[in-house]
């Protein structure tokens, strides 16, 4: 089962910018995708952006586009998640998560029912 640990969170004023990492422990063939969800207090788990590693497909919740950017090092198991902008409302823990079953319908591309292995997740605050 693929490992994840993310990283790259922290305090950052309102307006600034935060890249968060991924690093897997394999990029193997039943790794579909991985896709970046963050979690408030008191709020349910959100999808924020997905990658798909077979073609570089992305997909954002309505939400984040704009301001949120997925990409992949291709060097490296690193899937990244820029965040620009940033609102205090952006405040949450950011978890990444890995697809392993080959999600197909795109109602379900941020669906956290779906992934199957998580990371422990980073802390952003946005606050000044």
């Known amino acids: 089962q693929v490992q994840l640990v993310e990283s790259g969170g922290g305090l950052v004023q309102p307006g600034g910018s935060l890249t968060l990492s991924c690093d897997a422990s394999e990029f193997s063939s039943d790794l579909y995708a991985i896709a970046w969800f963050r979690q408030a207090p008191g709020k349910e788990r959100q999808g924020v952006a997905r990658f798909s590693l077979s073609d570089g497909r992305t997909w954002y919740a309505d939400s984040a586009t704009g301001r949120f950017f997925i990409s992949r090092d291709s060097a490296k198991n690193t899937v990244y998640l820029q965040i620009n902008s940033l609102k205090p409302e952006d405040t949450a823990v950011y978890y990444c998560?890995?697809?392993?079953?080959?999600?197909?319908?795109?109602?379900?591309?941020?669906?956290?029912?779906?992934?199957?292995?998580w990371g422990l997740g980073t802390q952003v605050t946005v606050s000044s």
């Open positions: 998560a890995a697809d392993t079953r080959g999600i197909v319908w795109v109602s379900y591309y941020l669906d956290p029912e779906q992934y199957t292995s």
